[in-house]
């Protein structure tokens, strides 16, 4: 037995974390560089992008042995250093040499990036921030917005697990997300810290199957960056551990901060759960719920909070899957508008499906009735801000 514990500020809670967010002259006034820090060197687990063009960072980060340790995360926003070709992995070389200066107890550090794709790091103007930094410094929050791009608000967790026989673990995590956000691990950044006791074994095993059921599942445009990455570090400070409490506590951290970024999606105004039911298998589950969450015409009738259950059942038709309109069944929450005798919506029905559109969550839950496989997708609505936010990123 184990009980989850949330926690204020974030990841100032993990032992022999230290993390701080500085303004290095990327952007005018707000935080552009972070770090996170570990006395001890850490094991880490990764998941990145699915994208062929990996950025600079990633590339980076996998020059190193497959199972090596790092104390040291450096992080920038407003340039994504990808697409930069081999002189964007030297400016990473050179820019980690450089911390030595000031920490020589920094081990195997990594870099990551995010912003403005297709421009070379202002290498020196990142070093020269260095002398900003403390590495002792608890300031989960300037870490936090840090990373932000066009991100509405910062995006930080962090849990307490207790276990029966009174020992506890700590989990945090920061993470950045709102537009670019495809089913293929959205587009993201997301660093968790634990002073949890975990084999790298399971870190590798719980990372994958987390992300599979948290940020795999959302989508606002069904976009894929260059950058997205989820690292999972592990000092083991704490000594505790325990396998059933991290797991669970693992998932439930990244399912919380995915739909806070779907909730920070760019110009989105609602989240909707996209439940595909009793399809004959699981990837046409799988697939349906994807094409619900990514189609155009669905985000913009959620935005228009339009009850037109026809794009809902074009969209599946249109998946490929294996499906049959007389057994399809398509309800906006409890509401049935198509199927189990309902073909068209009446008056009454219609202001019923209205009021639950207008509400600014709600799930669409299509019965195929062909199987038994069932899967959810995450999405929300697509509205003129988006395009204005997308329009105008590099002004």
């Not at 403390?134 to 791009?149: E, H, L, R, V, Y």
């Not at 019923?352 to 199987?371: E, H, R, T, V």
Request: glycine share 6%; aromatic share 10%; hydrophobic share 35%.
């Amino acid at each position: 037995m184990f009980q989850i514990f949330s926690l204020k500020n974030g990841l100032d809670n993990v032992k022999g974390f230290y993390s701080q967010g500085i303004n290095a002259g990327l952007k005018k006034d707000k935080n552009d560089i972070a770090f996170i820090y570990s006395e001890e060197e850490c094991d880490v687990s990764a998941c990145f992008t699915s994208n062929i063009f990996q950025a600079a960072p990633i590339k980076h980060f996998k020059k190193y042995p497959k199972d090596f340790k790092t104390n040291f995360i450096l992080i920038n926003s407003k340039n994504a250093n990808a697409m930069t070709g081999s002189k964007g992995v030297e400016d990473i070389e050179e820019i980690l040499q450089n911390l030595n200066q000031y920490n020589p107890n920094i081990k195997n550090p990594i870099m990551s990036s995010t912003g403005v794709i297709g421009y070379r790091l202002p290498k020196q103007t990142i070093i020269n921030s260095f002398k900003k930094f403390d590495f002792q410094k608890k300031d989960s929050n300037g870490t936090a917005q840090a990373i932000m791009t066009t991100d509405t608000f910062k995006k930080e967790i962090a849990f307490e697990v207790k276990l029966e026989n009174g020992k506890s673990f700590n989990i945090a995590a920061i993470c950045k997300g709102a537009g670019m956000i495809n089913p293929a691990m959205a587009t993201m950044l997301c660093f968790i810290i634990t002073d949890a006791n975990i084999p790298k074994k399971d870190m590798d095993t719980f990372l994958k199957d987390a992300v599979k059921d948290s940020f795999n599942t959302i989508s606002v445009d069904g976009d894929t960056s260059t950058n997205d990455t989820v690292l999972l570090f592990s000092n083991k400070k704490s000594g505790v551990y325990e396998k059933n409490a991290f797991y669970e506590a693992l998932h439930l951290l990244t399912k919380e901060l995915s739909m806070q970024i779907l909730k920070d999606g760019e110009g989105a105004t609602k989240v909707v759960a996209f439940e595909v039911k009793n399809a004959k298998t699981y990837e046409d589950a799988k697939k349906a719920a994807f094409a619900l969450s990514n189609s155009l015409l669905v985000k913009t009738a959620l935005f228009g909070e339009d009850p037109n259950w026809g794009r809902i059942a074009s969209t599946i038709g249109a998946s490929q899957i294996e499906c049959d309109e007389e057994k399809l069944t398509i309800k906006y929450d409890n509401i049935i508008v198509y199927g189990n005798g309902t073909k068209q919506m009446n008056k009454e029905l219609e202001e019923k499906a209205y009021k639950i559109m207008k509400q600014d969550s709600f799930k669409i839950s299509c019965n195929l009735n062909m199987g038994s496989q069932t899967y959810t997708a995450y999405g929300c609505d697509l509205s003129y801000k988006y395009v204005q936010i997308n329009a105008e990123y590099r002004s």
